[in-house]
């Protein structure tokens, strides 16, 4: 198996897996399945603005999954983003960051989401469980475990 060990990198999913004869395990498809086990329908996404904004990941699970999917407003897609590009790849943890990404999600969530997909596999560094009321999809550690149950149980 093959898999593509971050969330923005999936733009290329498809393409991958029609060249390769072995299956690709995408993350979208695993956070997908993990969200209908608790019987969600609608959560908010955040993460870089391809993956919030491009089709390869919003619309495979709207399309493949019947999940409805919200996202932040333009101005703060914009700012995650950045957070994401300018703070959390360099290691850079801020408060004043964490606290813009928890407004978001408050915003995601008083419009209907139910969960919270971390679509970005620095999100976790920044906002952990523990810090808003409403339920994340840790989308690392969904894979990871997703890739880890296939090993040993496909042949």
Do not use: W
């Not at 914009?78 to 004043?96: M, N, S």
């Amino acid at each position: 198996m093959i898999i593509i060990c971050t969330n923005t990198t999936h733009i290329v999913a498809d393409e991958v897996q029609k060249n390769i004869s072995i299956p690709l395990i995408h993350i979208a498809d695993s956070t997908a399945k993990k969200i209908i086990k608790t019987s969600m329908k609608k959560v908010g996404l955040l993460g870089t603005k391809f993956t919030m904004e491009e089709a390869f990941y919003k619309d495979r699970l709207t399309k493949k999954y019947d999940l409805d999917v919200i996202i932040p407003k333009e101005k703060d897609r914009q700012i995650i983003h950045d957070i994401i590009y300018k703070e959390l790849v360099l290691g850079q943890i801020k408060p004043t960051s964490k606290q813009q990404v928890i407004k978001m999600i408050e915003y995601l969530e008083a419009n209907g989401a139910e969960g919270i997909i971390l679509g970005c596999t620095e999100l976790p560094l920044l906002i952990k469980q523990e810090d808003v009321d409403i339920y994340l999809f840790d989308t690392t550690m969904i894979h990871a475990r997703s890739a880890v149950y296939y090993a040993i149980n496909e042949k």
